[in-house]
């Protein structure tokens, strides 16, 4: 496993929308490899293909529990992922991504949502996210299809210190 280096703003590749994922052998699993250790390295709590400079569906995702902080964070790999059901409740929350490092916002995003998509090795799967879960894998997903968080944001600002920054980013 190797880290790999994150995508700033306003690289190009954060703008394209990503390929679907066919082949799931010895090179895509270095990228998930990869993808997950560059993850924790950053630190964040998701990071999309396009974040490391390929072009294809696959976010990683590693969250813990909410409401008890001494449960171990689980750890998300969804290749080819969509929504497929959004609910009505949207809730406005303050993100950050790990390629606008210095910047946050304020994003409505639906408080629950069902993800389908493949596990790592094509095997299929589906996940019912509802609270911060289901923001980071909105936020990601969004990265597939050259959505950033500014674009659906109602303000943005400059994040004020270091701390501040990569509280932000982990986000």
Known sequence: MATR???IHPNDILRHKTHKITDFGKEFQTLV???I?????APGVGLAAPQVA???KLIVVEFGDEEDETIPPKLYVLANPEIIRYSEEVVKGIEGCLSIPEFAGEVNRSEEIVVR???RHGKPIRIKAKGWLARVFQHEID??????FIDRAEK???VENDQEAKALAAD
């Open 117 to 119: 998509g493949q596990n």
């Open 37 to 41: 250790e560059t993850l924790r390295d």
């Open 33 to 35: 490899d990869d993808m």
């Open 156 to 158: 943005v600002w400059k």
């Open 5 to 7: 280096e994150i995508i």
């Open 54 to 56: 390929q072009s294809l």
């Open 143 to 148: 990265h597939l299809n050259g959505i950033l």
